[in-house]
């Protein structure tokens, strides 16, 4: 028995490249070897799902697109199914970026959805306005007056000359509005100035930490519904029944904190062993 | 009046901002909505620019000085010019529009080799073009040589076609430019690759640091283990029972601890094992039943009471201390903005 606890104490000063390799392998081997574990919304993912079967054909809907790489695998799951069910339902989709990153995530997410899946016509179906830098000062401006901020697109393209621009000038002429958002400005801005001083229903996805920040603005029903992190994506994949990246790496995310949570056991029973030998001697 | 000046600008424009919220005078609206958003947007503009050369500066600095970690400034410095020649000099983004085609059975192998389909499939893609409409081959041409090279070989076939290249600025977005390779290929994945290291971390750290130390310890630890399992699909699939019974042999640890008596944590033990037990099969083991016990809806409701009622307090502090900061920018009292 001795031998055993002596094993268990060693073992809790277990050489972190050890804990590299075990980890590595817990994320890696569910990526080749799916265990298709199965995914249940939140009551939260349902809520941004109903606000979109809310919507109709031709309906307008704001996406912000506020992360970079870093923070892809959580958020950009969730924009491209979300992206799925709005160019499904025929909504029309206009892009903007408060992060200068997000106008590239926003293009890959495009051409994926709405160039490759359903064949959109840019102009008329979607349009990506780009990338502005200003934070708040650029929501408010969107607020105030869209061509004020944005005299032309992404493409180079005058406003004007788009033909789903006609009519649309302010926040406020949107149906729906959903940030896409990894931090700071992101979804907090948006609330603060655009959502909650017009009244257009907003959605949000964040990375899984953000979603302490944002679940008091849910709570009070500013805004309409939360996707947190990977799970949230996968949850959205599964209500719109496209499984996507969201939904595959579930299994890695899984195995990954099942493993993190038997290393904390494991670490703090070696933790007791060694604290009682100290105790008694 | 170098102190002064900035302070009244900062106090007055401070002031009307301020009322443009609470007045409904449209001057002051029309300034606060539209105007000084753009100046706004003007000077975030500059900063950037600023930002860049003071960036430039420092980092050449410490090339000059051989500070410690000077090959890590030259590589900066040679990262940031080679993403301003990329994004200002060398734009690329160059792509061949193929105004006709009639020729088609002799473009089309040129162009199969282009847009890596077979000759067959890229006659039929011609074929269906109207007459007078255009194709454009959108492989990135980085250099205008590249492009020019398969406008040769196209009109050499007998058929017509031209260079285009990407707008300045949305040459950016283009796919086919040097800058959009760039982040493509080298700062997506590095950017990734640096962000998937916290796992890692995360678990070492985990292992090491999240200790019962105490209350509050244990506290945390409990509740980041609950959101762990109960936020992923593998926590939904934990019965309930099974988190019963660990609640039941943890509170029998506590019954040992407390009494220090063999047989009371022998009855707690039993007693507790069969209560769940009876209870289970009474109302037949359902995954989610007692809620109380079931991995997502504790999550749920850590996320929604618990987390909420902090986040709320941390966000009424900083409100608190952004009206207290403001007042004090408007009233002239905070001057660290002009380096006092």
């Known amino acids: ?281 | 009046m170098k102190r002064q000046l900035p302070i009244a600008i900062a106090a007055t424009i401070g002031f009307i901002t301020l009322f443009g919220w609470f007045v409904e005078e449209p001057t002051i609206k029309s300034f606060v909505d539209d105007d000084a958003t753009q100046w706004f947007d003007i000077l975030a503009s500059f900063a950037m620019f600023l930002g860049a050369l003071n960036l430039l500066k420092m980092q050449a600095m410490k090339v000059i000085r051989k500070q410690r970690g000077w090959p890590y400034a030259a590589l900066a410095i040679a990262g940031f010019t080679f993403s301003f020649t990329a994004g200002f000099i060398m734009l690329g983004a160059y792509s061949v529009e193929i105004t006709e085609f009639s020729n088609s059975a002799s473009i089309a192998p040129i162009l199969a080799g282009e847009i890596n389909q077979d000759v067959l499939g890229t006659q039929n893609i011609l074929s269906v073009i109207p007459p007078g409409d255009t194709y454009t081959i959108r492989a990135p041409y980085f250099t205008e040589g590249g492009a020019e090279s398969v406008v040769e070989q196209i009109n050499a076939a007998g058929g017509t076609a031209e260079i285009r290249a990407a707008e300045w600025g949305a040459h950016i977005a283009t796919r086919g430019s040097l800058f959009n390779w760039m982040f493509r290929f080298i700062f997506t994945p590095l950017s990734a690759t640096m962000f998937a290291l916290l796992a890692f971390f995360v678990a070492s750290a985990s292992f090491r640091a999240f200790k019962i130390r105490n209350f509050e310890a244990t506290l945390l630890l409990i509740s980041g283990i609950i959101i762990m399992l109960g936020r992923v699909p593998i926590g939904g699939n934990i019965s309930a029972w099974f988190i019963f019974y660990i609640v039941v042999l943890a509170l029998a640890a506590g019954v040992n601890t407390w009494f220090k008596n063999r047989t009371y944590t022998l009855i707690a033990v039993v007693g507790g094992l069969l209560v769940v037990t009876i209870a289970g099969f009474i109302t037949g083991w359902p995954i989610d039943q007692p809620g109380i016990f079931y991995l997502p809806v504790l999550q749920d409701w850590i996320y929604n009471n618990p987390n909420v009622a902090g986040a709320r307090a941390i966000m009424i502090g900083i409100g608190l201390g952004i009206f207290a900061s403001s007042i004090r920018y408007i009233l002239g009292i905070e001057k660290s903005y002009i380096g006092e």
């Open chain 1, 1 to 281: 028995m001795e031998k055993f606890l002596d094993f268990i104490v060693r073992a809790g000063s277990l050489d972190r490249r050890v804990i590299f390799v075990v980890i590595a392998l817990a994320v890696m081997l569910p990526l080749f070897f799916p265990l298709g574990l199965p995914i249940r919304p939140t009551n939260s993912s349902q809520q941004v799902y109903d606000v979109v079967e809310e919507l109709e054909a031709g309906d307008k809907a704001l996406l912000s697109f506020e992360y970079g790489p870093s923070t892809k695998p959580e958020i950009h799951p969730m924009a491209v199914a979300l992206l799925r069910h709005l160019l499904s339902k025929d909504v029309k989709v206009y892009i903007t970026c408060l992060w200068p990153d997000g106008q590239f995530m926003a293009l890959e997410a495009l051409e994926q959805v709405a160039d490759k899946q359903y064949g959109k016509v840019y102009g008329e179906d979607y349009v990506l306005l780009g990338y502005r830098p200003g934070a708040e000062a650029i929501i408010k401006g969107l607020v105030s007056n869209i061509r004020k901020v944005f005299t032309v697109d992404s493409q180079g393209d005058f406003l004007d000359d788009i033909p789903m621009m006609a009519g649309v000038n302010q926040v406020k002429d949107f149906d729906f509005l959903f940030s896409a958002s990894a931090g700071y400005p992101g979804t907090v801005e948006w609330v603060q100035y655009a959502a909650d001083p017009v009244g257009v229903t907003m959605s949000t996805g964040t990375t899984s930490i953000q979603v302490n920040e944002v679940m008091p603005y849910v709570q009070s029903g500013q805004i309409k519904g939360i996707l947190g992190g990977m799970p949230g994506a996968a949850e959205y994949e599964s209500l719109i029944g496209q499984a996507g990246i969201g939904t595959s790496g579930m299994d890695a995310q899984s195995v990954a904190h099942i493993v993190i949570v038997a290393f904390i056991i494991f670490g703090n029973i070696s933790f007791f062993i060694e604290r009682r030998r100290s105790k008694k001697y």
